[in-house]
């Protein structure tokens, strides 16, 4: 499969559902809000936001409960990725975590457009990076000879 940059109304539509799937963010320890959506290779969308714990370390980022939402629905080939957050101050855009990018990784081309949307009041701003540009290498699976 081909990794593209995807048209912009199927960009916005991706963004759309990461926004929308942010409104359920369960953050009351980070106050933090993250949306993801992932767009498989027959153009379903699925999406995951982060869910936190008491326990902080059993917290789970957007990103990995939207592959894995899609992955346990029986897709394995994605043809892009969104995320959204709050403006992060300081920062021009909150990248993907490593762990996230380490599973993405496994599921994509390092050609993927990751769509990395930032709220700040109003607007919305979406920044186009690739899997490559976010992880240039990757552990990858290896079999015993
Ligand atoms: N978070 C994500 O959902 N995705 C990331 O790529 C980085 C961080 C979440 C985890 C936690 O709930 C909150 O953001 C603050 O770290």
Do not use: W
């Not at 949306?35 to 990103?63: H, K, M, P, R, W």
């Not at 029986?74 to 990018?101: E, N």
């Amino acid at each position: 499969m081909r990794n593209l940059p995807l048209a912009k109304d199927e960009k916005n539509r991706l963004v759309d559902a990461a926004q929308q799937v942010r409104e359920r963010s369960y953050s009351p320890y980070s106050g933090f809000k993250v949306g993801a959506a992932v767009l498989t290779d027959n153009d379903q969308i699925f999406t995951g936001t982060n869910i936190e714990n008491a326990s902080y370390g059993l917290t789970v980022c957007a990103e990995r409960n939207a592959i894995f939402s899609a992955v346990g629905a029986g897709h394995k080939k994605f043809k892009a990725l969104a995320l959204i957050t709050q403006k992060i101050p300081g920062v021009k855009f909150g990248s993907p975590c490593g762990a996230c990018l380490q599973v993405m990784s496994e599921f994509m081309s390092l050609k993927t457009p990751i769509y990395i949307a930032v709220l700040e009041q109003k607007k919305r701003t979406i920044y186009t990076k690739t899997l490559g540009d976010l992880l240039p290498f990757t552990f990858t699976k290896f079999t015993e000879k």
